[in-house]
């Protein structure tokens, strides 16, 4: 009880200050564990077991294409939102919500989750362009990709800065219930914040030594079509390990 009750209250402290979020820089703990040992794929959440019942559906089919949007023929695709990880955190806090105990605890946590997810999935853009991936807030008058919070600048990365992406757990990304978290890292933010908080273990030298590539570690909740998202950052050849 008290490690369920822990693995989601991590987990809530780790949205919280993701890019999807705040619209800045997602840092996680779990950055150390992606970089130094890729061979066991290994996740924040370890093995949470599988979801039941989500449809696919829940995700909204096709990609948006708007051209033009920079003013050199630089076409934009807005990934698909995928209201799945709202359906199952409301879904599982309703659940809970009924079990004593929980019901003051675990319920009320993962309630709140999927309610922040709802939100988020409607206020955020997911952005693929011929050159960088951005996040825009959608929430004011005029959409604008936003300030990240954390190490200033604009969440907007280019591709050729990527050094690692994945999706986690490790392999739901092809699952109906989708992933939980989509993580990459990145060397456009300057380096001397990439060893701040986490990024200490993700860039440390034993993590070097066992594959990683130095850079900024970014986290966000799979708020938008995982599988769209990763065919763009093949097609635009985004670098992963």
């Known amino acids: 009880m008290k490690a369920s009750i822990n693995i989601f209250a991590t987990f809530a402290v780790a949205v919280s200050n993701t890019d999807a979020f705040g619209v800045g820089q997602g840092i996680h703990r779990a950055a150390a564990l992606i970089d130094s040992d890729r061979s066991s794929r290994s996740t924040p959440f370890g093995k949470l077991g599988s979801v039941v019942g989500i449809s696919s559906s829940f995700s909204i089919s096709g990609l948006k294409m708007a051209s033009d949007i920079t003013g050199d023929n630089n ?61 825009q807030d959608t929430s004011s008058e005029e959409t604008s990709v936003g300030e990240n919070l954390v190490v200033g600048g604009e969440n907007r990365w280019t591709y050729d800065s990527y050094v690692n992406y994945d999706f986690f ?15 990459f890292k990145e060397t456009q933010t300057p380096s001397d914040k990439w060893s701040e908080g986490p990024g200490a273990s993700a860039n440390s030298d034993d993590a070097l030594a066992k594959g990683a590539v130095k850079g900024q570690v970014h986290f966000f909740p799979a708020l938008c079509n995982t599988q769209q998202l990763r065919a763009v950052w093949e097609k635009q050849n985004c670098s992963k390990l």
């Open 169 to 183: 757990p490790a392999g739901w990304i092809d699952q109906p219930q989708g992933p939980i978290l989509v993580y």
């Open 75 to 135: 076409k934009q695709v807005i990934i698909d939102k995928d209201f799945r990880l709202s359906a199952i955190f409301l879904g599982g806090g309703l659940l809970l919500d009924q079990i004593p105990y929980l019901q003051l605890t675990l319920g009320p946590i993962v309630t709140l989750l999927g309610i922040l997810f709802l939100v988020q999935t409607f206020r955020l853009n997911f952005v693929c362009d011929e050159r960088t991936f951005s996040l």
